[in-house]
């Protein structure tokens, strides 16, 4: 507790000193220091209450007491690695399983959402025999090397773009080039995979993967078109490779109609692999592959074990059981349901008084609020969210935003995030968006009257 001591300004000194500059702060201009979290709440270090509308990774709101006494009760009597027999990985596959297409009845533990992926892409390489990768524009799938190399949000800054991987456009039917006027967005962006596919295996290239976000998250929280992903499966499937639902952000629940984003485009719809991180384990690092028989089969043939010093631990698996006994308790993913229509619905509203809203799009607890600078253009209003996100904050509400122009409010909150909480952040926001218009109204008539030039924003 002697951290939580410290005053903010000392901490932030120390913080420079000893972190990586790399490893950034939300709010940099003037951080937070948290010490407390409980439900959809955080407490800063004098008490200030703040609601929480972005982390995900708190699924069932902050410090559960049911999870936290999970993992202090297996701590008393035993935490060691998964070579032995135990109870509790066995449980907890099983429970998996049971929210899964039966087909996806094999499962591997880790640490992160990271290393789940790094695995998948193994996992495809060794059951294909082929070596290459297709992703979407602007996808992240995880920091380790293997990963940002199939992460066009990160490898555009770094090395580029490897022979390997291949990269299709985002379906995005607000901004991209099939919109919602299309007849067809779902087959039309599939069939850019598959035009990606062909001019890959022109060069005599073969494809191992094709790895998507179920609701793409850093890509602007994007809600594929229907379609989209069987038609992606047909193409990849014709080429020798297989289909990697990346569920990191945007499983268990959040999507309230599913426990799994992928069953959006449609029950039948079965990925050849899922991964998890994130929400799996409401803040305990915990991570999971689940996977075919086939698939599995061919990783053993080669031999080699697997193993991963933590994941699968009896308190990794204890907590991984309370967060899905939580969930079922407490009807969370209904709950996310009914709240995330709420809150779209009030959303929508602001949308139709406030012309910077351009699109609201979402799944649930997932949604997207897309600012724009004009509606013709579409034009991301880049530095009015982050202008919003910083008066939200002066407000204590935490936001933050996401997509290639840095203008989509991103809400993704924890589950227990009630119908009050909805209706209190769209009302914050109302006033924030009104009080800028009046300010942009001042700025548009002092331009006017000084010299005709674009449009400038004074907030």
Same mark, same amino acid.
């Given at each position: 507790?002697?951290?939580?001591? !410290?005053?903010?300004? &000392?901490? @932030?000194?120390? =913080?420079?000193?000893?972190?990586?500059?790399?490893? !950034?702060?939300?709010?940099?201009?003037?951080?937070?220091?948290?010490? =407390?979290?409980?439900?959809?709440?955080?407490? %800063? /270090?004098?008490?200030? /209450?703040?609601?929480?509308? *972005?982390? %995900?990774?708190? +699924?069932?709101?902050?410090?559960?007491?049911?999870?936290? =006494?999970?993992?202090? /009760?297996? %701590?008393?009597v035993l935490n060691t690695n998964s070579r032995y027999l135990h109870d509790n990985i066995i449980d907890y596959a099983q429970r998996l399983s049971e929210t899964l297409p039966e087909q996806l009845c094999v499962f591997y533990f880790l640490n992160s959402g990271s290393e789940a992926n790094d695995l998948a892409l193994r996992?495809?390489?060794?059951y294909t025999g082929h070596q290459d990768v297709v992703v979407l524009d602007h996808a992240?799938?995880?920091?380790?090397?293997? @990963? *940002?190399? *199939?992460?066009?949000?990160?490898?555009?800054?770094?090395?580029?773009?490897?022979?390997?991987? +291949?990269?299709?456009? @985002?379906?995005?039917?607000?901004?991209?080039?099939?919109?919602?006027?299309?007849?067809?967005?779902? #087959?039309?962006?599939?069939?850019?995979? #598959? !035009?990606? *596919? %062909?001019?890959?295996? &022109? !060069?005599?290239?073969?494809i191992a993967a094709f790895f998507i976000e179920s609701l793409p998250s850093v890509g602007g929280q994007i809600i594929p078109p229907a379609g989209y992903f069987a038609r992606v499966a047909e193409h990849i499937h014709r080429a020798g490779g297989v289909f990697v639902a990346d569920e990191i952000q945007v499983g268990f629940g959040r999507v309230g109609k599913h426990f799994w984003a992928f069953q959006l485009q449609g029950e039948d719809f079965v990925p050849d692999i899922v991964t998890m991180g994130k929400p799996i384990g409401n803040g305990h690092p915990l991570a999971c592959v689940a996977t075919t028989q086939a698939v599995a089969r061919a990783f053993e043939a080669t031999g080699i074990e697997y193993f991963n010093t933590f994941g699968g631990s009896p308190v990794s698996c204890a907590v991984g059981l309370a967060v899905l006994e939580v969930l079922e308790k407490e009807q969370l993913q209904a709950h996310a349901a009914h709240v995330g229509s709420f809150l779209m619905e009030l959303l929508g509203q602001q949308k139709a008084k406030h012309p910077i809203i351009g699109n609201v799009r979402g799944a649930g607890l997932f949604i997207g609020v897309d600012l724009i600078r004009d509606e013709a253009t579409r034009t991301p209003a880049t530095e009015e969210a982050e202008y919003l996100v910083s008066r939200l904050k002066e407000n204590y509400i935490l936001l933050s935003t996401d997509g290639p122009g840095r203008n989509v409010l991103k809400f993704k909150p924890p589950m227990c995030f009630s119908l009050d909480d909805a209706h209190r952040v769209v009302a914050t926001l109302d006033a924030v968006l009104t009080d800028m218009e009046k300010v942009l109204r001042s700025c548009a008539t002092l331009k006017l009257q000084d010299h005709p030039a674009p449009q400038v924003f004074c907030f």
């Open positions: 507790m002697a951290a939580t001591q !410290r005053g903010k300004t &000392e901490t @932030l000194s120390l =913080r420079r000193r000893l972190i990586g500059s790399s490893c !950034r702060l939300f709010f940099p201009e003037d951080p937070l220091k948290i010490v =407390r979290g409980q439900g959809q709440y955080m407490y %800063n /270090e004098q008490g200030a /209450e703040y609601l929480d509308c *972005i982390n %995900n990774v708190a +699924h069932v709101g902050h410090c559960h007491p049911l999870v936290v =006494r999970a993992a202090h /009760e297996q %701590n008393q996992l495809a390489r060794q992240y799938h995880g920091h380790l090397s293997s @990963l *940002i190399d *199939i992460s066009p949000y990160k490898f555009r800054n770094l090395d580029g773009q490897k022979e390997w991987v +291949h990269v299709a456009l @985002l379906p995005d039917t607000y901004r991209g080039p099939y919109r919602e006027d299309h007849p067809n967005p779902g #087959e039309a962006y599939a069939s850019d995979v #598959e !035009r990606v *596919i %062909n001019s890959a295996q &022109e !060069r005599g290239r073969k």
